[in-house]
């Protein structure tokens, strides 16, 4: 096993106090092709760069008493272990190559020749090289702690990449404050829509002994940039809130924070009765709202950078506001009034509906939903509540339009939702790279004033908000892979580096991923590159066709197809097929009066057949089966052709995985082709239930004669 020795030095007084930590660096064992370590390391597995040259150095000098920035330096010494080093003499600054890593208040009086200029803010930081005389620095330089943590993170990254980090001068700042993740963890270790084992957190109703897991989870958050998460369910169960049940959210707490990761909970608003004893939940009742100060106050003073609460209220059967006639203004700012004191911030999700629609009416439209309830909500809210808002209107859908409450709400903090755990996209059994996805929500523009992408929207930066940003569900598990697919990760790694900065492009993140978890071959690369990219419109072409949603088994487990499990029923995400057509009219003119939720700039967009774009047609407009695309097919037709070639990439998905073999480890390299293998298959038994299905539907034959003549 590698050794790493560290020495605590003697401080220089005459300077501003400082802690050096200087490591000496032991030869790493040989990285094999044939076997795989570290799997849970995930993209973290640091083996090029125990591969790298020489030239960086190999004393790593630790500035200030943070624990934050102590992790930062132990990291960095971790990554670089495998290089030859030797012990330094003790003093202040080495007088000799070394990395600095420190906050800007502490860093400068060390390097006044630096200048203010390149300073990030929140928790950004600067990577610089400096010289003196002979001898080189390498500074990662924070705006505050945990900004020092993400300089060294991303400087790993360039070096795992194999970037020139010679000469640095690059400044960051993350895009928003908000960079969370939510796991949808029971207390009694399962997971809600979790498809990679048990929980992490808790087992049999209590928080697991052993958090080794969770410790390494938060290692992995922080490297892309993610400082904060919600542990248990939206679902929520109130004990999590008791008395009792706090000694266990301290621990998790503990793990999470030196990684820079704010532990958060979920929480039911049920909870003054549930936990609390009292008669009543109703929001406006003043013991209700001491119930609340005390219970976040009892909170912070155990955990003091506890981050706050994520709500999920009066959707899909939980308990809220509505029971007393109150509105979510009320429920929200109850809670956010017992956290502001403490500087915790309340995530209100804007998934509410009525999930007993009457499927009969053409006018009831569940995508109308979040907009008709919060729109006249704007401006009501206190100013550390957050809406979170789906990515799209109906629920984490393969293809969605973005949700028109990103554009109506200019007086409120607001937070995208995604989607990490693939629930309607393939349950981790299919690889479904969904980067892309959600570059086309974050890119696209709402034109409410002027050029405004959403992206610009959650960032606050467009009606000058002080928070917004960020929520995924992520629900890694126990399983060694995390999210059980080895590809799936890339997902999670996607979702950080969009949430620093989203205008990355997906084709950028696929490859630093790519680089990061099989290292750089360039066929390696391009490989498995071209196969994440390609992935979310295949999985699309063999599932939903034209923005009709991914006609799957709604009912019950969200996967395979089951294409009449969404209709008739109170569920709302119909699709509107029968022999005639298909497709939700949310027109305005004559249909349930969705698209007018947009600007007029975005229905003019999506209002006229003639604009509508193809791929979200079905989701815009009902339209016959022989109705013609923009591409010159018929909507049927499209719909067998795009399901045949959706099966037929997906077997070339196999083909080109099976170039690989030999270029990366054998226990990944089979892990993914079994995986892919399993997904050829199922992609034919979409494509044969979907076409099929249509086929009966519409009594139209297939022009290339392949449905019903297998």
């Not at 943590?149 to 194999?162: E, K, N």
């Amino acid at each position: 096993m590698n050794r790493v020795v560290y020495r605590e030095l003697r401080v220089n007084r005459n300077l501003m106090p400082v802690a050096l930590l200087l490591a000496c660096l032991a030869v790493a064992a040989q990285r094999m092709v044939y076997a795989e370590t570290g799997r849970a390391d995930a993209w973290l597995r640091y083996a090029v760069l125990q591969e790298r040259a020489t030239s960086l150095p190999n004393r790593v000098a630790v500035v200030g008493n943070s624990v934050i920035v102590k992790t930062a330096g132990s990291e960095l010494v971790r990554a670089l272990e495998g290089r030859p080093g030797k012990r330094v003499p003790t003093q202040s600054i080495p007088a000799a190559d070394a990395f600095v890593l420190g906050t800007w208040k502490d860093i400068h009086p060390l390097f006044p020749e630096l200048k203010p200029v390149r300073i990030p803010s929140g928790d950004g930081f600067w990577l610089k090289t400096v010289r003196r005389k002979k001898t080189k620095y390498w500074l990662i330089i924070g705006a505050n702690d945990r900004g020092v943590l993400y300089g060294m993170f991303s400087l790993l990254s360039r070096i795992a990449r194999q970037q020139d980090v010679n000469t640095l001068d690059d400044s960051q700042t993350p895009s928003a404050p908000i960079r969370w993740v939510s796991q949808w963890d029971n207390l009694d270790g399962s997971i809600e829509r979790g498809y990679a084992g048990r929980s992490i957190f808790f087992d049999n109703g209590q928080v697991r002994g052993d958090l080794t897991r969770v410790g390494d989870y938060a290692r992995l958050l922080a490297s892309v940039g993610i400082n904060g998460c919600a542990i248990n369910n939206v679902n929520a169960d109130p004990r999590v809130l008791s008395a009792d049940f706090l000694p266990q959210l301290v621990r998790i707490a503990e793990a999470f924070r030196s990684w820079g990761v704010k532990l958060a909970v979920s929480v039911d608003m049920s909870s003054p009765m549930a936990v609390g004893g009292l008669k009543t939940f109703d929001p406006l009742d003043p013991d209700v709202a001491a119930w609340w100060h005390e219970t976040a106050a009892a909170i912070y003073q155990r955990i003091p950078d506890f981050g706050g609460f994520v709500v999920k209220a009066d959707s899909e059967g939980r308990s809220g506001p509505s029971q007393y006639g109150r509105t979510a203004t009320d429920a929200a700012n109850v809670i956010a009034r017992a956290l502001a004191p403490h500087h915790g911030v309340l995530l209100y999700r804007a998934f509410v509906y009525n999930h007993h629609l009457d499927w009969r009416d053409p006018k009831a439209d569940r995508a109308r939903a979040a907009y008709d309830y919060f729109h006249p909500l704007d401006s009501k809210f206190e100013s550390n509540v957050i809406i979170q808002i789906k990515y799209g209107p109906i629920d984490f859908q393969v293809r969605e339009p973005a949700s028109p409450l990103f554009g109506a709400m200019p007086n409120m903090n607001q937070a995208i939702e995604v989607q990490v755990t693939q629930e309607y996209t393939g349950q981790q059994r299919h690889l479904v790279f969904l980067a892309p996805m959600w570059k086309e929500i974050l890119d696209f523009d709402m034109h409410v004033s002027g050029t405004t992408p959403v992206k610009r929207i959650v960032s606050g930066e467009t009606w000058h908000r002080p928070l917004g940003g960020y929520n995924a569900v992520v629900n890694v598990g126990l399983d060694e892979n995390w999210l059980a697919h080895p590809l799936a990760m890339a997902n999670l790694y996607g979702y950080g580096r969009l949430a620093w900065n989203p205008d990355l492009s997906a084709n950028e993140i696929a490859g630093e991923w790519t680089r990061l978890t099989f290292g750089n071959k360039p066929q390696v690369i391009q490989t498995i590159s071209k196969m994440l990219l390609s992935s979310w419109h295949i999985y699309e072409s063999y599932t939903g066709p034209l923005g009709a949603g991914t006609l799957t088994d709604i009912l019950g487990s969200h996967y395979g197809p089951g294409i009449e499990s969404s209709e008739r029923n109170g569920w709302g995400q119909w699709h509107r097929a029968d022999e005639h057509g298909m497709g939700m009219d949310r027109t305005i003119a004559t249909g349930t009066g969705y698209i007018g939720q947009y600007s007029p700039e975005v229905q003019k967009i999506y209002e006229p057949l003639e604009t509508c774009p193809d791929e979200l047609l079905l989701f815009m407009h009902h339209v016959p089966y022989t109705y013609v695309l923009h591409s010159g097919k018929t909507v049927i037709q499209h719909i067998y052709d795009s399901h045949y070639e959706g099966a037929e990439q997906t077997a070339e998905l196999v083909t080109q995985w099976q170039t690989l073999h030999g270029q990366i480890d054998d226990e990944r390299y089979d892990d993914v082709l079994k995986r892919l293998e399993y997904q050829a298959g199922h992609a034919i038994v979409w494509r044969d239930t979907v076409v099929n299905w249509f086929f009966k539907a519409s009594g139209i034959p297939d022009a290339k004669r392949r449905v019903g003549h297998p």
